[in-house]
Structures are given as C-alpha cells and as structure tokens.
Nanobody, 123 residues
Framework: QVQLVESGGGLVQAGGSLRLSCAAS???????????MGWYRQAPGKQRELVAR???????NYADSVKGRFTISRDNAKNTVYLQMNSLKPEDTAVYYC??????????????WGQGTQVTVSS
C-alpha cells in the first residue's frame, strides 16, 4: 500500500510564500514508476481544481490563476513533489491535495490522493 503524505500548509499573509511537499510512503519500493504528480485545491463551495502538474519527464502545466507565482518540482528518486507558492493571495485559500497519477506497482496501475493540507491566506 502506498500513501501520499503532504506537509507545508498553514496561515500566511497576502504576498507571502509557502512551500508544500508531498512524499510517497509505505510500500514505495514496490513502485516501478509514477507518470505524473500534481497539486489540486478545493475552496469551500467550489469544485476541486488543478493547480499544477508535472510529468516524470519534467513537463509542467499550471492553472492560469497561479502562473508566474507557483512553481512545481519533482524528485523522481524520492517520489516527492513540491509546490513553491509565492505572492500568495486570499483567493489561494483552499485545501491543497497531492495527486500521483498512473502509479505502476508490479503489473497494476493506480491513482493516489493525499489527505489534503490547508492553506489560508489572510488579507
């Protein structure tokens, strides 16, 4: 069994920065590959939305609302993904979820989600 463990959320003032981390834990030695990892967020009363995603090869895509402010990076050897968030705005307030897409374990493929970490930006 594999779990995604997130850290780095918290309360910050507008204009500040936070760095989120997400690491795979559990039976990580059984992981053959992870196609893509990403961050999603869900604000109260809203649908979950993609924030940023990075493939195994390093290709990235971002939501328009965070381009130029957020940077996603990945350490394939550690099965870890990071999200550096700068110039935070109150509208960035949400629960942020880590996602691992198409995780190959033996001959099967899985998608995993983290438990979520709260990011609150005060004005």
């Amino acid at each position: 069994q594999v779990q995604l463990v997130e850290s780095g959320g918290g309360l910050v003032q507008a204009g500040g920065s936070l760095r989120l981390s997400c690491a795979a834990s559990g039976s990580i030695f059984s992981i053959i590959s992870i196609n893509a990892m990403g961050w999603y967020r869900q604000a109260p009363g809203k649908q979950r939305e993609l924030v940023a995603r990075i493939t195994r090869g390093g290709s990235t895509n971002y939501a328009d609302s965070v381009k130029g402010r957020f940077t996603i990076s990945r350490d394939n050897a550690k099965n870890t993904v990071y999200l550096q968030m700068n110039s935070l705005k109150p509208e960035d307030t949400a629960v942020y979820y880590c996602n691992a897409e198409k995780v190959v374990i033996n001959t099967r493929v899985y998608d995993y989600w983290g438990q979520g970490t709260q990011v609150t930006v005060s004005s």
